[in-house]
Nanobody
Framework: QVELVESGGDLVQPGGSLRLSCGAS????????MSWYRQGPGTERELVAS???????NYVDSVKGRFTISTDKAKNLVYLQMNSLKPEDTAVYYC?????????????WGQGTQVTVSS
């Protein structure tokens, strides 16, 4: 099984920063896209940021200019740098990997890490 493990979630004050990490048990190069999703209290899970194997990135409008997704392929790590955090960023953040396995599209989820933004 492909394993994704997130870390870095914490309680942080508004305006603060956090860096989330996602470690993969296989090469990140195996996947077409690596993404961060989040699900806040009473909200649906939403795509926050994604990065394509070829480099292009995408962000939900609410985090543009504040969050940055990046990878360290040598270490099989995906990061989400979160700056200027707001209370509405409070959520469980999930790492997701998408790729082709056995000629079929498949995706894998991490277990999630809690981010709480509060005074």
């Amino acid at each position: 099984q492909v394993e994704l493990v997130e870390s870095g979630g914490d309680l942080v004050q508004p305006g603060g920063s956090l860096r989330l990490s996602c470690g993969a048990s296989v090469s990140i190069f195996s996947f077409s896209d690596m993404s961060w999703y989040r699900q806040g209290p009473g909200t649906e899970r939403e795509l926050v940021a994604s990065i394509n194997r070829d480099g292009p990135t995408n962000y939900v409008d609410s985090v543009k200019g504040r969050f940055t997704i990046s990878t360290d392929k040598a270490k099989n790590l995906v990061y989400l740098q979160m700056n200027s955090l707001k209370p509405e960023d409070t959520a469980v953040y999930y790492c997701r990997a998408d790729g082709i396995v056995g000629f079929l599209p498949r995706h894998y989820w991490g277990q999630g890490t809690q981010v709480t933004v509060s005074s």
